[in-house]
């Protein structure tokens, strides 16, 4: 069965950097699945924020272009999520879903929080 387990959440002051893990155990065709970042702050819906295709294509919410950087490592079943200049209004529940034709695969959430 496919699992999907983030990491790399925690607390950062306005500004900083954190780098948030993907990782998918359960299949050994990782490289095929497109994988998606989203998050959800307190009492909002849930937002995609960046999305990598299986060929490496990338794609940004406008909120996050520049700031931002999606990335994988197929050898490590893993895609990452770059953030850099965090702002205040980044703070939500961060969630990765690995998906192909076929369906998808959520993780639990790692939670970012930017706060001085």
């Known amino acids: 069965q496919v699992q999907v387990v983030e990491s790399g959440g925690g607390l950062v002051q306005p500004g900083g950097s954190l780098r948030l893990s993907c990782t998918t155990s359960?299949?050994?065709?990782?490289?095929?699945?497109?994988v998606d970042w989203y998050r959800q702050a307190p009492g909002k819906q849930r937002e995609l924020v960046a999305t990598?295709?299986?060929?490496?294509?990338?794609n940004y919410a406008d909120s996050v272009k520049g700031r931002f950087t999606i990335s994988r490592d197929n050898a490590k079943n893993t895609v990452y999520l770059q953030m850099n200049s965090l702002k205040p209004e980044d703070k939500a529940v961060y969630y990765c879903?690995?998906?192909?034709?076929?369906?998808?695969?959520w993780g639990q959430g790692t939670q970012v929080t930017v706060s001085s």
């Open positions: 990598i295709t299986n060929g490496g294509s990338t």
């Open positions: 359960g299949t050994i065709f990782f490289s095929i699945y497109a």
């Open positions: 879903n690995a998906h192909k034709t076929s369906g998808g695969y």
